[in-house]
């Protein structure tokens, strides 16, 4: 009963000093919100309205027409119309039009006759990766569709219906995505890695403050025995990292659409197990550093080592042999893929347990390394 | 006053080199950033897993499926034999596409009509998922054409138009190529998050009192702090440019001595707005917070890095043009990929240099109020 009330006290303690830190709570709640709608509306959208060129050197009905259909597409705004080549190189260095459409003399005549063909050139600025597969994908197969009309007009007007191309065509559905929308692959990306920062600097700061200070050489004094005070301190970081993660799942589900389509308590277990692994991890840090900048600065660095290993963007399964092995180290890849696995695919305890079972072996190696840190530093 | 401004400079060049923390943000930082960043914003994927569900079974579907994998790039994972199969193989990472083809194909095919094949994509992955659909498209429609033997004057009469696609710049499409350019930007912001944690610190040390003591005013203060942080930040890009064109092979067609210039001139744009957002904190740990929310976050997606700005949203073009990184990224981008010079970058160039002055002005206006 007493350990109990010494327990608490400190619990309480640390949640007055947390509350009192104006600063830190800032950016543990704002911070990530700022960021996640920033990524969801940045991400969320399609990329429309791509500056286009037209050179139109035949001036026919044809020609315009394909010029409509390209100023129609979402994706392109013909924002130029040229009278030569030459224009469209300065534009594109600028940056002014993303795509140039290139129509040559004798498109109309040519796709009058009964067997011509004509050429079409497009030409995409590929600096801005993303752009560019927009604008290409959007006028490849808005003139891929005009000459298939042409085609299937020639056909009828031929005895016969003319001779076939064999020819595929393939439906592809989107599982668990149907739109293929950005934002349902990077917004749990990012839940993650908010969850991983807030519990390091949380757990570690707390720690390395009352170093700074000298209190935790009172602490040491009082008649807390190690493990309560381990506890003790590890109390508040997992339930300001929890509530922090109910704030940010909110968002992603409710603003910007993101659903869960499995169970949110095996969604809650697994994030808790997470925080518990990622905290031992900020004991380690705040065992080796002496001051709050040093741990700040250690958290960073290993928050940017998480993001390029967890498979924040890159699958894990694209990486170099040694990479990906490395990677499965980190607990927030095992998370990552867990988080992405329940909220989007709606997958049960049976399916991800390789996962799970990964996390819980992280977990332990990294709490026992951590108490035997933490028990050095103490000493 | 010059006099002052140098020994300001000087003093905070010493500053720089001897403060472990401060050389490390300034010069280490920027490209230790610049690795980790790049592995993580680009998406070149050179290897999918695919499981198949043959239902035709025949000598097409066959061929067809050894077409799609027979360089590696597309890898067989399992041939699926139930339905109930391509769902687990989804969900557990499996695979990243499961192909269906459907009964009676060959036949289909044969007879004239067009054959339809479904592909089931994880859409958890979209990045994947449509580079996956590109690869299989442009190899079916190889196949499709390697089946049909038709004089050219009949396949002209069947697509009649045909369209020569060229992708300036970045011929292949590399997105490490679009990429590291662009985050060069981003991790050049770090000189400006030191500008902000050293005038802080003089504040939280107690120090600025004592260079109010001195002959030393605002105006040299502030010029003197953002020479040595400016000069710091262009030696500080040789090492980025470095890391980009040796260990990421990114080409560099334009000048290069341009490009640090320039970034002298995003320098002032970017270290401007630091100073003017640090004259109103007093706390170092402040100064990185609100440069870390103001700066780098919007810097990450706001400023056309991932997806390009919209030309027709007001707003986001007015955050973009805000940002001195929207700037540079254009500058960076157009220097390394499009090797183009000063004609084609004065805007860019012009909009940080008045963004430079313009918060240098306005922060030297307030600093002497504070002052007096």
Same mark, same amino acid.
């Given at each position: 009963?007493? /350990?109990?009330?010494?327990?608490?006290?400190?619990?309480?303690?640390?949640?007055?000093?947390?509350?009192?830190?104006?600063?830190?709570?800032?950016?543990?709640?704002?911070?990530?919100?700022?960021?996640?709608?920033?990524?969801?509306?940045?991400?969320?959208?399609?990329?429309?309205?791509?500056?286009?060129?037209?050179?139109?050197?035949?001036?026919?009905?044809?020609?315009?027409?394909? /010029?409509?259909?390209?100023?129609?597409?979402?994706?392109?705004?013909?924002?130029?119309?040229?009278?030569?080549?030459?224009?469209?190189?300065?534009?594109?260095?600028?940056?002014?039009? %993303?795509?140039?459409?290139?129509?040559?003399?004798?498109?109309?005549?040519?796709?009058?006759?009964?067997?011509?063909?004509?050429?079409?050139?497009?030409?995409?600025?590929?600096?801005?990766?993303?752009?560019?597969?927009?604008?290409?994908?959007?006028?490849?197969?808005?003139?891929?569709?005009?000459?298939?009309?042409?085609?299937?007009?020639?056909?009828?007007?031929?005895?016969?219906?003319?001779?076939?191309?064999?020819?595929?065509?393939?439906?592809? &559905?989107?599982?668990?995505?149907?739109?293929?929308?950005?934002?349902?692959?990077?917004?749990?990306?990012?839940?993650?890695?908010?969850?991983?920062?807030?519990?390091?600097?949380?757990?570690?700061?707390?720690?390395?403050? $009352?170093? $700074?200070?000298?209190?935790?050489?009172?602490?040491?004094?009082?008649?807390?025995?190690?493990?309560?005070?381990?506890?003790?301190?590890?109390?508040?970081?997992?339930?300001?990292?929890?509530?922090?993660?109910?704030?940010?799942?909110?968002? &992603?589900?409710?603003?910007?659409?993101?659903?869960?389509?499995?169970?949110?308590?095996?969604?809650?277990?697994?994030?808790?197990?997470?925080?518990?692994?990622?905290?031992?991890?900020?004991?380690?840090?705040?065992?080796?550093?002496?001051?709050?900048?040093?741990?700040?600065?250690?958290?960073?660095?290993?928050?940017?080592?998480?993001?390029?290993?967890?498979?924040?963007?890159?699958?894990?399964?694209?990486?170099?042999?040694?990479?990906?092995?490395?990677?499965?180290?980190?607990?927030?890849?095992?998370?990552?893929?867990?988080?992405?696995?329940? /909220?989007?695919?709606?997958?049960?305890?049976?399916?991800?347990?390789?996962?799970?079972?990964?996390?819980?072996?992280?977990?332990?190696?990294?709490?026992?390394?951590?108490?035997? %840190?933490?028990?050095?530093?103490?000493? | 006053? *010059?006099?002052?401004?140098?020994?300001?400079?000087?003093?905070?060049?010493?500053?720089?080199?001897?403060?472990?923390?401060?050389?490390?943000?300034?010069?280490?930082?920027?490209?230790?950033?610049?690795?980790?960043?790049?592995?993580?914003?680009?998406?070149?994927?050179?290897?999918?897993?695919?499981?198949?569900?043959?239902?035709?079974?025949?000598?097409?579907?066959?061929?067809?499926?050894?077409?799609?994998? !027979?360089?590696?790039?597309?890898?067989?994972?399992?041939?699926?034999?139930?339905?109930?199969?391509?769902? !687990? *193989?989804?969900?557990?990472?499996?695979?990243?596409?499961?192909?269906?083809?459907?009964?009676?194909?060959? !036949?289909?095919?044969?007879?004239?009509?067009?054959?339809?094949?479904?592909?089931?994509?994880?859409?958890?992955?979209?990045?994947?998922?449509?580079?996956?659909?590109?690869?299989?498209?442009?190899?079916?429609?190889?196949?499709?054409?390697?089946?049909?033997?038709?004089? !050219?004057?009949?396949?002209?009469?069947?697509?009649?138009?045909?369209?020569?696609?060229?992708?300036?710049?970045?011929?292949?499409?590399?997105?490490?190529?679009?990429?590291?350019?662009?985050?060069?930007?981003?991790?050049?912001?770090?000189?400006?998050?030191?500008?902000?944690?050293?005038?802080?610190?003089?504040?939280?040390?107690?120090?600025?009192?004592?260079?109010?003591?001195?002959?030393?005013?605002?105006?040299?203060?502030?010029?003197?702090?953002?020479?040595?942080?400016?000069?710091?930040?262009?030696?500080?890009?040789?090492?980025?440019?470095?890391?980009?064109?040796?260990?990421?092979?990114?080409?560099?067609?334009?000048?290069?001595?341009?490009? *640090?210039?320039?970034?002298?001139?995003?320098?002032?744009?970017?270290?401007?707005?630091?100073?003017?957002?640090?004259?109103?904190?007093?706390?170092?740990?402040?100064?990185?917070?609100?440069?870390?929310?103001?700066?780098?976050?919007?810097?990450?997606?706001?400023?056309?890095?991932?997806?390009?700005?919209?030309?027709?949203?007001?707003?986001?073009?007015?955050?973009?043009?805000?940002?001195?990184?929207?700037?540079?990224?254009?500058?960076?981008?157009?220097?390394?990929?499009?090797?183009?010079?000063?004609?084609?970058?004065?805007?860019?160039?012009?909009?940080?240099?008045?963004?430079?002055?313009?918060?240098?002005?306005?922060?030297?206006?307030?600093?002497?109020?504070? *002052?007096?």
């Amino acid at each position: 009963m007493k /350990m109990w009330h010494r327990f608490t006290r400190l619990v309480v303690k640390d949640f007055q000093q947390f509350l009192r830190d104006k600063l830190l709570l800032t950016f543990i709640f704002v911070g990530p919100t700022l960021q996640l709608v920033m990524m969801g509306q940045a991400t969320a959208s399609d990329i429309k309205h791509l500056p286009a060129a037209i050179v139109d050197r035949d001036r026919t009905r044809d020609s315009r027409a394909l /010029m409509v259909t390209l100023d129609n597409l979402e994706e392109l705004d013909v924002t130029r119309h040229l009278d030569s080549e030459e224009q469209v190189a300065p534009l594109l260095d600028r940056g002014e039009v %993303s795509v140039a459409v290139l129509i040559p003399q004798g498109f109309g005549s040519t796709l009058a006759s009964p067997a011509g063909r004509a050429s079409v050139q497009l030409w995409v600025d590929g600096s801005n990766i993303l752009g560019a597969y927009a604008a290409l994908g959007a006028a490849e197969g808005a003139i891929a569709t005009t000459g298939g009309e042409i085609a299937a007009e020639r056909r009828l007007s031929s005895e016969a219906g003319g001779p076939r191309l064999t020819s595929f065509d393939l439906l592809p &559905t989107a599982r668990f995505n149907p739109e293929l929308a950005h934002s349902h692959y990077l917004l749990p990306s990012q839940l993650s890695l908010i969850v991983l920062i807030v519990t390091m600097l949380v757990s570690s700061v707390g720690i390395v403050r $009352e170093r $700074e200070t000298g209190t935790l050489e009172q602490l040491m004094v009082t008649p807390l025995r190690r493990i309560e005070l381990i506890l003790a301190k590890a109390t508040l970081p997992t339930l300001v990292a929890f509530v922090d993660f109910l704030a940010m799942l909110a968002i &992603t589900v409710w603003v910007f659409g993101v659903p869960i389509r499995g169970s949110l308590l095996l969604l809650m277990v697994v994030t808790l197990l997470f925080i518990i692994a990622q905290l031992t991890w900020g004991l380690v840090i705040s065992a080796v550093s002496a001051t709050q900048q040093q741990a700040v600065l250690l958290i960073f660095m290993i928050g940017i080592l998480s993001v390029a290993f967890s498979g924040y963007l890159v699958e894990a399964e694209n990486m170099p042999v040694l990479m990906s092995w490395i990677s499965n180290l980190f607990p927030i890849s095992h998370y990552l893929s867990m988080l992405r696995a329940i /909220m989007l695919k709606g997958a049960t305890i049976g399916q991800i347990w390789t996962q799970l079972l990964a996390l819980l072996v992280l977990g332990f190696a990294s709490l026992a390394l951590s108490l035997r %840190s933490f028990r050095k530093t103490l000493e | 006053m *010059l006099r002052r401004i140098r020994s300001i400079a000087a003093k905070e060049m010493l500053h720089i080199l001897r403060d472990g923390r401060t050389f490390f943000m300034v010069f280490i930082a920027p490209a230790f950033t610049l690795v980790m960043l790049s592995y993580l914003f680009s998406w070149d994927v050179e290897r999918f897993t695919l499981g198949v569900f043959d239902r035709d079974r025949s000598s097409l579907s066959r061929s067809y499926i050894a077409a799609l994998t !027979e360089d590696g790039t597309i890898v067989l994972e399992e041939d699926i034999a139930s339905k109930d199969r391509v769902d !687990e *193989l989804l969900t557990t990472d499996r695979v990243k596409a499961v192909l269906v083809v459907p009964p009676g194909l060959m !036949e289909r095919v044969a007879k004239g009509e067009t054959g339809q094949i479904q592909i089931i994509l994880d859409g958890t992955t979209p990045g994947t998922a449509s580079q996956l659909l590109a690869q299989i498209g442009g190899r079916t429609t190889r196949f499709a054409a390697s089946m049909s033997s038709l004089p !050219e004057e009949t396949l002209a009469q069947l697509v009649p138009i045909d369209t020569r696609t060229r992708v300036w710049y970045n011929p292949n499409l590399s997105a490490l190529h679009s990429m590291v350019p662009g985050l060069i930007a981003v991790v050049m912001c770090m000189p400006a998050f030191a500008i902000a944690t050293s005038l802080t610190r003089e504040k939280e040390l107690g120090t600025m009192e004592g260079l109010y003591a001195t002959p030393v005013g605002g105006t040299d203060l502030l010029i003197g702090k953002l020479a040595a942080y400016l000069s710091c930040g262009v030696v500080a890009a040789v090492p980025v440019v470095l890391v980009a064109t040796m260990w990421f092979g990114v080409p560099l067609r334009g000048n290069s001595a341009l490009f *640090l210039l320039l970034t002298a001139d995003f320098m002032l744009g970017v270290l401007g707005l630091s100073l003017f957002l640090a004259n109103f904190l007093s706390r170092q740990q402040a100064a990185m917070v609100v440069m870390f929310l103001v700066l780098f976050v919007p810097s990450m997606f706001l400023s056309g890095l991932i997806d390009p700005v919209d030309r027709t949203s007001f707003g986001a073009q007015l955050q973009a043009n805000f940002l001195p990184t929207t700037h540079y990224i254009t500058i960076s981008r157009g220097i390394f990929l499009k090797g183009v010079g000063l004609t084609a970058l004065w805007t860019p160039t012009l909009a940080l240099a008045t963004m430079g002055v313009a918060y240098l002005l306005i922060t030297i206006k307030l600093f002497k109020k504070r *002052l007096g």
